[in-house]
């Protein structure tokens, strides 16, 4: 959807409230316009901020994507679609996209504000991305896992068996990106804890990447550039 130009200059000055809407999953969606990028927002979290989601943003800067061979990215955790987004406008990517977002508002909002000016082919899969996991018998280069539930990993996505049956959907020289957060004492020990416990007995060779208030765990640590 294209930013009309009054409103997008304005958001650089402040926040702009286009639509507020909720669902099932979901007691408040906003979306705004800020800095000239749509920001999807939920009561205690923001989800979405184009190329300002800078969890990912920075991820993807960090990789050393000559030693990466992806064509196939599966999303679990749409959002307004800020990772197809940064890596078709901002790294030049031309990837296949398979979405996996329970919420049927979130894409609705998704296919209003974003989808439609994508050149990428994605399809969306309106499910629990534990059941798409469960019975999908696809296989993925870049598996990211971005589910939260305002600022909560819901518990069932941070157990061995989901992470085992994600892993069952990796490419052989595929990898897994798992944003997870890191906003005080406690979530950090969370996200600790779980990489000792859970991430590195299914990856032995997973790198922690900290980037402000989040942590993203990968499941390689050669693939990275050299700083």
Known sequence: MKKPLGKKTLSYVKDILLEKTSSEYNEILEVYLSQGRYQLCTSGAVYSYEDKYVNFLNTFNSLDWDKLNIERVLVLGLGL????????????????????????????????????????????????????????????????????DNNVVPEKFESKEFLQKTAQLLSDEGIVLFNRLNINDKTYQKT????????????????????????ILCNKDDIWLEK
């Open 81 to 148: 679609a800020s990772v197809p987004q940064m890596l078709e406008q901002r790294f030049d990517k031309e990837f296949e996209y398979y979405a996996v977002e329970i919420d049927p508002e979130i894409i609705r909002l998704a296919n209003k504000y974003i989808l439609s000016d994508l050149k990428s082919p994605i399809q969306i899969f309106e499910m629990d991305a534990e059941i798409f996991v469960e019975i999908s018998d696809e296989m993925f280069d870049m598996i990211i896992i971005d589910i939260f």
């Open 192 to 215: 600790m804890d779980y990489n000792e416990k859970v991430f590195k007995e299914i990856f032995p060779f997973a790198k922690s990447i900290f980037i402000k208030d989040n942590i």
